[in-house]
């Protein structure tokens, strides 16, 4: 029993919180929102070059031939720094047809995806993260659970304009589909991967919206004394720590079981898309609120973390349906006991 | 990250699997606080003599030297069987403990083997009627006589003080000492002895697990200070630095099994398909497993670093809250039926508000979360 990083883990943390601040700064996100939700060029080249795309990947097809946990453990930086790539959609593809694909899928997309060349598109036909000049899109709406492949064309994916500039989001029409791999239970297993994924971003958001509000409790005085000084904010901080603490504990968990516990895959992502989608938006809608009027203003940067969990929670199809999931799972343990 | 016992702690739980259903605990009577306390203590000596009694007490000292992750799987495994705490649960977790740390070899031989074994039960003098939460602003009075220390005061929240034979007392024996938490002195004082008064306090379950301590004269020798004159302070924190370590896995398995046990209930009433009742009990499920998987986290972290992380301070506080959802939900779902007198579920709905009071008060956790864990200025008090 060992429920942390590996010291390896630990290091590939370090080294992406290090590059993150250097490259994707609050100035530069916001110089890519504002822009539009343009993606920041720049800074995606630079990931691709270092291969974090296809960290997931087998070496074989170009990749790292790393796992989950290290997937989950880029997702969170790329969520603290709410960097503005398509990151989560790419990776979280090519690790999700890296595990379930078939050989003709694997050697189409896993190369260009984890080279970069190519980026993916997660989500919905209403909701695809990173649509937007997508090759491939990994689409989890069908009422089976099992994941789709499409290969859209242009007029297929409409841009939609979100709360979130941060990301780029699209509607999906029509285009053909195809099960992730031979369909079945490894499709709907790959659903939960890229839940899991998901949360692991949602972990990071929270994180940062955390540390921001600490830094600015500590920093801001009224009546004499710094804010954070006042039992109602500390208690506020308190309950931040605690929901991003949960959905760590939850969000790792999900990311061990789906290399190395698959038959504990499909409640861990339930409990990590829970936990993610409901704690992401409570931790950073505090954040907002403890820094007070400057808050609410555009220029303090803790709203693009509130934006990124709102449409977090979305991808994920918000905390309530993962909350069913799990009943129907723990009704189905108590009848067999 | 791996979230798989190892060979040695598959082997721990698979000999203390074999043990438990060798040696089932029977049912728990019902309804008469002593039978019940009878059944503990006896569930405890068989414990003992299967040599499971204090898992985490070193081989020397009847224990089997477990590691923190052994000792979880212990308390686990503990309450899936069904069995209770032992009886000298406060003995085996907090006084054994205490002793080993900071008694002397006399002490040590004196007193470990009858914590083991529930011959002589403990109960904890700390809390007093201005002093909860803050401990060092204790007032009972011990006084210098001879070679002996002649104790004032008054104690409240003594759990088990009707059964205990010693006491772990702290008390001031130096009231000029220029700041409270100096001046104390941690003594093992024998109950049973005239000047010292035990009442029943009476909660609002109508049951009876704490007292109140009256202390006029009681005497203890030199010979029973624990860890010297004045050193009270850094003993009785050796005390509550052990206090909720494994506690957390017996409880956490506990509440899960009452969640089982209410979505059960839930199902004969057919309430399952009520999108709100599948909704909180879905939200009690992720509550658990919250809990289980940040304590194990709290694992990793005491036995990588040698002190829990962030995630450490924050198990108290969401077993305490959970275990209050959980018992009004059953209220929700059973009706009357959960609030009539007697019932388990009634008993369960009123002892869960002790839950966030007990050991540290919720609003007081969360302090020590903001000041200690997220660094943020001390709050005005």
Sequence with gaps: ?337 | MDLTFNADETAFRDELRAWLAANEPGTAPHGDEDAHYAWRRDWQRRLADGGWAAVHWPAEHGGRGATLTQSAIFYEELAAAGGPLPANVLGLLLAGPTIMTWGTPEQQERHLVPILTAEEIWCQGFSEPDAGSDLAALKTRAVKDGDEWVITGQKVWTSMAQYAKWCMLVARTDTDAPKKHQGLTYFLMDMEQDGVEIVPLKQITGESEFNELFLDGARVPDSNVLGGVGSGWKVALTTLMNERSGLAFFLQVRMRQMLDQLIGEARERGLMDDPVVADKLGELHLRCEVLRLTAYRGLTAIETYGQPGPEGSLTKWMWSDTNQQLTQLAADILGPEALTAGAPWAFELLRARGNSIEGGTTEVLKNIVAERVLGLPRAGR
């Design chain 1, 1 to 337: 029993m060992h429920f942390d990083l590996t010291e390896d883990q630990k290091e590939i943390k370090r080294v992406a919180r290090e590059l993150l601040a250097a490259r994707s700064s609050w100035a530069r996100v916001r110089e890519a929102a504002e822009a539009g939700a343009a993606y920041d060029q720049a800074l995606w080249d630079e990931l691709a070059q270092l291969g974090w795309p296809g960290i997931a990947v087998s070496e074989e097809h170009g990749g790292q031939g790393l796992g989950a946990v290290e997937l989950a453990v880029l997702l969170e930086e790329l969520g603290y720094a709410c960097a503005a790539t398509p990151f989560l959609s790419t990776a979280a593809a090519a690790a999700t047809i890296q595990a379930a694909g078939s050989d003709a899928q694997r050697a189409r997309w896993l190369p260009a995806l984890a080279s970069g060349e190519a980026t993916a598109g997660i989500g919905t036909r209403a909701l695809c993260a990173d649509g937007v000049g997508a090759q491939v899109l990994v689409l989890l709406d069908r009422p089976s659970g099992e994941v789709m492949l499409a290969t859209p064309n242009d007029s297929d994916v409409a841009p939609l304009e979100t709360i979130d500039p941060t990301r780029r989001y699209a509607t999906v029409s029509g285009g053909d589909a195809e099960p992730l791999g031979h369909g079945g239970a490894a499709a709907v297993a790959a659903g939960d991967r890229v839940r899991a994924a998901i949360a692991a971003e949602v972990v990071g958001v929270a994180q940062r919206a955390l540390e921001m509000t600490l830094a600015y409790v500590k920093e801001r005085r009224q009546f004499g004394v710094p804010v954070g000084s006042f039992q109602a904010v500390q208690n506020r901080c308190a309950q931040m720590l605690l929901d991003t603490e949960s959905a760590r504990s939850t969000a790792l968990y999900a990311a061990w079981a789906a290399d190395a516990a698959p038959e504990r895959l499909s409640e861990a992502a339930a409990l990590a898309a829970a936990a993610a989608a409901d704690g992401g938006r409570s931790v950073t809608a505090s954040a907002i609120q403890a820094h007070g009027g400057i808050g609410f203003t555009w220029e303090a940067d803790v709203h693009w973390l509130y934006k990124r969990a709102q449409l977090d929670a979305a991808l994920l199809g918000g905390a309530r349906r993962h909350r069913a999931t799990l009943t129907a799972l723990a009704a189905a343990r108590v009848a067999v006991s």
